[in-house]
C-alpha cells in the first residue's frame, strides 16, 4: 500500500527529472547515479503500484440536492 | 384482486372527475383502474406497461396513481375523506380556494396552444393560451425567474407546450394556469432559435478557441451530469478507466426542454464543489429532444462555470450550443472517457518508457565505467608489456650482432685460410713472370752482345778504360785500344774528322 498523501502527478515529475538528470550528464557519476536509480525505482514502483489499486468512487448526490431545491421552493 | 385498492381508486377517480368536470371514465376505464388494482405497479415503467396508459395519462395522474398504489397517497385520501365526511360547517371562500389549490395541484399538465396575448410585469408573465381548433383560452402566468430560464421569448401567435398546474389567485379567484416551463413546437421554431441564439452568442465570443480552458492532467474529482435511466451513464463508466476517478454523481433528465431546470441545478450544485472538471453527457437525439442544450441559461451556466467543463452530447446535423461553449467538446459519452483517460493512459506508459530510460542510462553509465576501468587496464597492461617488449628487442638486436659477428669471425676465417694458397699461386705466378723475363732478357742478350756485334764486323775503341762514342773524346796523337772479334790491337789517333 502506497502512502496516503502518495501523489502520483508529483511523483511523475519526479521520476522525469531523474531521468532528465541522467540525460544531462555526459558522464554519469557512478555514485549518485546509483542514488538516483534507486530513487527513480523506488517512484516507478510506487507509481504501478498506485496505478494499479486505484478504482473509481461513484458519488451519488441527487436527492441532497432535491430536499435543497424544494425548500428553495417552497419558500417563493 | 385488492378490492379495498380498487374501491380507492375508484374513490379517487370521481374526486378527480369532479373537480375537472368531467365524466369519471373520462380519467380512466373500469379496465385500467382494475389492471392498476391488479398489478400493483410501482414505479413509472410498470404503470405505463398497462394499456390505456400513456404519456399524457401520466403526466397528468401518474404521481397520484403511484401514491395510492403505494399507500402514501396522503392528498387523495385526505380529499376524499374531506368530501365524503358529511360537512356540517360551510368552508369559508379562502379555505376553499385552499383546498382547491391543493386539488389543482394535482392537475398537473402539458398543454399546447397559441399565445394570444402577453403582459410582462416585474416578476411575473401574464399571458393567455388559445386552443387552435375552438379557440378556448386558459389565463396563464410565469414567474420571471422561470420565464427566463426557460430562454423562450414569447411572441403573440407563437405555438407552445406549457408544463404547469392550474391556480386560483385568492384575491381575484381568477384562475390561471401557472407554467413552470415552456417550450416551442415544431422543428422549424426550434430551428430558428437554435440559429438566433447561435448567432447572439457566437457575437459575443463565448465559442471563441481562447476562452476554452484546457482540460488538466490526471483529473481525480469528476463532476458528471447525465440521466440515472439509460445506457449512457452505463456507458461511460464501463469506458471510464480505473485511475482512481472520484465521481459525483447528478441524475437530470437530458431530454427535451423540461431537462433545463435539472441541467442548471446540477450545474450550480457543483459550482461550489471540489471537482477537477465538469461532465455532461447524454446520447444522441434530434433537435427537439436536445431542446434543453441549446437553453441559454444553460449555456451561460457552462460558460461562466469555475472548471473546465467537457460535454459529450450525441447530436445530429445542429451541434448543441451547450457544447460549443464547453471546453472540451466530443460527440459521444464515450468519447469523454477517452478524454479523461488520455493523461491517465499516457502516465501509465511514461513510467514505463522512464523506467527503461532511466535502467538505460544507469546501464550505459555502468558500462561506459567498465569500459574506462577495461581501457585503462588495458593501457597498463600496454605500458608494462612495452618494457618486457624492449628487452625482448634488445635481446633480439644482441643476438643478431652475435649472429653477424660469428659470421664475420668466419669470413674472417675463411679469408686467412685462404691466403696461403693466394701467397702460393702470386709466388708461382711471380716466379714464373721472373723465368719468362730471364729468359727473354737472356734472348736479348743474345741479340744485342757485342761480340756478336764484333763477329758481323764492327769493332770497339776505347780509350783510357771507356769506349769512345764521339771524336770529341779524342785527340790526335792519342793511343787507343781497339778490339775486334778475335783480338785487339792498339792504336793511334792521326787524324780527326767531325761530321
Known amino acids: ?76 | 384482486m385488492n378490492s379495498d385498492l380498487l374501491q380507492k381508486l375508484k374513490d379517487w377517480r370521481r374526486n378527480t372527475a369532479n373537480l375537472q368536470g368531467i365524466e369519471p371514465f373520462r380519467v380512466f376505464a373500469n379496465k385500467v383502474l382494475e389492471n392498476i388494482a391488479e398489478l400493483k405497479p410501482k414505479n413509472k415503467e410498470e404503470l405505463m406497461a398497462i394499456k390505456g396508459i400513456r404519456d399524457k395519462k401520466f403526466a397528468k395522474y401518474g404521481e397520484e396513481i403511484l401514491a395510492i398504489v403505494n399507500g402514501s397517497s396522503n392528498s387523495a385520501e385526505s380529499s376524499s375523506d374531506f368530501l365524503d365526511t358529511p360537512v356540517e360547517k360551510p368552508f369559508s371562500v379562502s379555505t376553499y380556494i385552499d383546498f382547491l389549490n391543493r386539488q389543482l395541484a394535482n392537475c398537473r399538465a402539458r398543454i399546447q396552444g397559441e399565445i394570444s396575448s402577453i403582459d410582462i410585469k416585474d416578476r411575473v408573465i401574464y399571458f393567455s393560451l388559445k386552443d387552435s381548433d375552438d379557440a378556448s383560452v386558459i389565463n396563464c402566468l410565469m414567474w420571471k425567474r422561470d420565464y427566463e430560464l426557460n430562454g423562450i421569448e414569447f411572441e403573440i401567435g407563437m405555438e407552445v407546450i406549457l408544463e404547469g398546474a392550474p391556480d386560483i389567485y385568492k384575491p381575484s379567484g381568477r384562475l390561471s394556469f401557472k407554467a413552470s416551463m415552456a417550450e416551442l413546437v415544431g422543428e422549424g421554431a426550434l430551428k430558428k432559435a437554435y440559429d438566433q441564439l447561435k448567432k447572439k452568442l457566437d457575437a459575443e465570443g463565448l465559442f471563441l478557441e481562447e476562452r476554452k480552458r484546457e482540460i488538466p492532467d490526471l483529473p481525480q474529482k469528476i463532476g458528471l451530469i447525465t440521466s440515472e435511466t439509460g445506457a449512457v451513464i452505463h456507458d461511460f463508466l464501463t469506458n471510464l478507466g480505473k485511475y482512481g476517478f472520484h465521481i459525483t454523481f447528478m441524475d437530470s433528465r437530458v431530454e427535451g426542454h423540461a431537462a433545463v431546470r435539472d441541467l442548471v441545478s446540477a450545474i450550480e450544485y457543483f459550482s461550489n464543489q471540489s471537482i477537477d472538471v465538469l461532465v455532461i453527457i447524454r446520447g444522441g437525439g434530434s433537435l427537439e429532444s436536445l431542446q434543453a442544450f441549446n437553453n441559454e441559461t444553460l449555456v451561460r451556466k457552462i460558460a461562466d462555470f469555475n472548471k473546465p467543463v467537457i460535454c459529450g452530447i450525441g447530436h445530429e446535423k445542429d451541434v448543441p450550443l451547450a457544447s460549443l461553449v464547453a471546453d472540451r467538446m466530443v460527440s459521444t459519452p464515450t468519447a469523454v472517457t477517452h478524454v479523461l483517460n488520455k493523461s491517465w493512459q499516457e502516465a501509465v506508459q511514461q513510467i514505463e518508457l522512464n523506467k527503461e530510460r532511466l535502467f538505460g542510462y544507469f546501464e550505459d553509465a555502468i558500462s561506459n565505467n567498465r569500459n574506462t576501468l577495461d581501457n585503462s587496464f588495458h593501457t597498463i597492461e600496454e605500458a608494462f608489456g612495452s618494457i618486457f617488449e624492449n628487452f625482448r628487442q634488445a635481446k633480439e638486436s644482441l643476438k643478431r650482432s652475435f649472429i653477424s659477428l660469428s659470421l664475420r669471425i668466419s669470413e674472417i676465417k675463411r679469408g686467412v685460410s685462404q691466403y696461403p694458397n693466394i701467397f702460393i699461386a702470386s709466388m708461382v705466378r711471380a716466379l714464373s713472370q721472373i723465368k719468362q723475363k730471364i729468359l727473354s732478357t737472356e734472348r736479348l742478350m743474345l741479340t744485342y752482345s757485342p761480340e756478336k756485334q764484333l763477329k758481323l764486323g764492327y769493332s770497339i775503341v776505347r780509350s783510357c778504360g771507356a769506349i769512345v762514342k764521339k771524336v770529341s773524346q779524342l785527340h790526335i796523337g792519342q793511343s787507343v785500344d781497339i778490339v775486334v772479334a778475335d783480338g785487339s790491337f792498339e792504336s793511334e789517333v792521326k787524324n780527326i774528322h767531325k761530321k
Open chain 1, 1 to 76: 500500500m502506497v502512502d496516503k498523501k502518495f501523489n502520483l502527478k508529483e511523483s511523475l515529475r519526479k521520476l522525469n527529472e531523474i531521468v532528465n538528470w541522467f540525460e544531462k550528464q555526459e558522464e554519469v557519476d557512478i555514485e549518485i547515479g546509483l542514488e538516483k536509480i534507486k530513487e527513480g525505482a523506488k517512484l516507478v514502483k510506487d507509481c504501478k503500484t498506485r496505478l494499479s489499486e486505484v478504482e473509481n468512487e461513484f458519488e451519488k448526490v441527487r436527492e441532497e440536492l432535491k430536499e435543497e431545491s424544494e425548500e428553495k421552493e417552497e419558500n417563493w
